[in-house]
């Protein structure tokens, strides 16, 4: 088994002393939470440090990557370069099933409950945090054709560039007319 692929950190020598436990690893193919998968172009590397700050321990982390996203304008696949950083307060609670975040008034806290803590959550949603909502294959992408779908980025199909989609109710004024 090759160790670096599991996502997690094993903090059995800190649960009960102070002190400091570091972890990384990558991870290959695609990053998601559950069925939200997002393919990877390249792997995408991550650290963490957890410290026991005395009733409680404080996870610092980083993942970097490259998402392969689809251009919004011409639906390329688009590499999107990712890093992000994420800190959260955690507490050990033995009989916890996985990593239950539980809010609180202070700050949100998230609870484990086995030594080896899971980090698959933490490195996944800060990750798919960074993803902009409307990734661009290059600032300047021309786009699809509305009238005949070409990919401008490529061809010249001759259509009007300023051309609009027509208007979903453009039919309407016509229709009406007809009910006169
Ligand atoms: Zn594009
Ligand atoms: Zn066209």
Redesign the pocket.
Known sequence: MDLKRIQSINLAQILEAPGTKEASGVIEDAIGLEKEQIALAEEARWSVTVTNVGEEFWLAGEIHGTAMME?R??L?P?PVPVHAYFQHLLRYQPGTEGVQLVEEPEEDVYFFGTPDLDLSGFLAEAFVVELPLAP???ED?A?LCPVCGANR?EVDCGHDQDAEPPHPLSGLGALLGKLD
């Open positions: 251009c304008r011409c390329a688009t661009l294959c290059k992408c786009g980025n």
